[in-house]
T-cell receptor, first 112, second 113 residues
Framework: DGGITQSPKYLFRKEGQNVTLSCEQNLNHDAMYWYRQDPGQGLRLIYYSQIVNDFQKGDIAEGYSVSREKKESFPLTVTSAQKNPTAFYLC???????????FGQGTRLTVV | AQKITQTQPGMFVQEKEAVTLDCTYDTSDQSYGLFWYKQPSSGEMIFLIYQGSYDEQNATEGRYSLNFQKARKSANLVISASQLGDSAMYFCAMREATDKLIFGTGTRLQVFP
């Protein structure tokens, strides 16, 4: 079945450590996205990528980094520079002309 | 600048009644797409409906319809015959030609018996 997979579902890290969230899609989509969601809030765009080896900053890129070495994969690293990393992270994918953007199930990151 | 605005933090509706969730957008692009998603408490994002900027007819999907008023830059979601299972967060989103996809702050809908 085609879809988009995020792992892990829950992630705990100590303050000051970098952590990488995985996002993989087998939908052959060109564009991929990372969003952050805080409790009761909307989705804020962190980074997005239109093609392999290229990505653009979203509205809240500070403290995050991404890579797009393969079309299927768009991992997000939450660095120690991110002051308040505890949140729900959602990955999505789409292609030009798609009438739907597909989402993963999300990763809930807790930094203690 | 690209922007999505949802001005209703919360809405209440009685079961079997219709409800309209507001969404306005701002873009300088001529080609763009508008989406609505539902997010239940589980956190998953459920796609509801899509409207392209060049679509002349308002989009409909079952009980969901999108009231698209291009000149007013509004894309309101209408849910007919509300059900208890419709209680959730609802997000409006826009994708421009650059593929940048942004979301509004959402509206929490609560359906009561």
């Amino acid at each position: 079945d085609g879809g988009i997979t995020q792992s892990p579902k829950y992630l705990f890290r100590k303050e000051g450590q970098n952590v990488t969230l995985s996002c993989e899609q087998n939908l052959n989509h060109d564009a991929m996205y990372w969003y952050r969601q805080d409790p009761g809030q909307g989705l804020r765009l962190i980074y997005y990528s239109q093609i392999v080896n290229d990505f653009q900053k979203g509205d809240i890129a500070e403290g995050y980094s991404v890579s797009r070495e393969k079309k299927e994969s768009f991992p997000l690293t939450v660095t120690s520079a991110q002051k308040n990393p505890t949140a729900f992270y959602l990955c999505a994918s789409s292609s030009p002309g798609n009438t739907e953007a597909f989402f993963g199930q999300g990763t809930r990151l807790t930094v203690v | 600048a690209q922007k999505i605005t949802q001005t209703q933090p919360g809405m209440f509706v009685q079961e079997k009644e219709a409800v309209t969730l507001d969404c306005t957008y701002d873009t300088s692009d001529q080609s763009y797409g508008l989406f609505w998603y539902k997010q239940p408490s589980s956190g998953e994002m459920i796609f509801l409906i899509y409207q392209g900027s060049y679509d002349e007819q308002n989009a409909t999907e079952g009980r969901y319809s999108l009231n698209f008023q291009k000149a007013r830059k509004s894309a309101n979601l209408v849910i007919s015959a509300s059900q208890l299972g419709d209680s959730a967060m609802y997000f409006c989103a826009m994708r421009e030609a650059t593929d940048k996809l942004i979301f509004g702050t959402g509206t929490r809908l609560q359906v009561f018996p």
